[in-house]
Nanobody, 128 residues
């Protein structure tokens, strides 16, 4: 399984970006997907997760109401729409996939260790 994140860039405070993550493999609909971010000198931080069907989503408090995670199982892709961006959103953003067949509540996927596969990251910079 390979994950390829894209869509990062430089944006002003209050602006928007849409990140995409393309996933290889024929069983994309079997993966729970997540987005994480890591700022310089900081630990990797949970941003959002989405269930296999897309029916359940979960967000970090810091992005709730501003970011939206979605997926298109026909296109093997997961997205992160980021609105009202703030300088503190500046980080490298990573998409991740969990291929376990076990079903857990979506909040289980807050921890990075739940995920088996990671993309390479895309840099988001929000200027003040």
């Amino acid at each position: 399984v390979q994950l390829q994140a894209s869509g990062g860039g430089l944006v002003q405070t209050g602006g928007s970006l849409r990140l995409s993550c393309a996933v290889s493999g024929r069983t994309f609909s079997g993966y729970v997907m997540g987005w994480f971010r890591q700022a310089p000198g900081a630990e990797r931080e949970f941003v959002a997760a989405i269930s296999r069907s897309g029916g359940s989503t979960y967000y970090a408090d810091s992005v709730k109401g501003r970011f939206t995670i979605s997926r298109d199982n026909a296109k093997n892709a997961v997205y992160l729409q980021m609105n009202s961006l703030k300088p503190e959103d500046t980080a490298v953003y990573f998409c991740a996939a969990d291929g376990s067949p076990t079903f857990y509540t979506i909040t289980y996927y807050r921890a990075p260790v739940r995920y088996d596969y990671w993309g390479q990251g895309t840099l988001v910079t929000v200027s003040s």
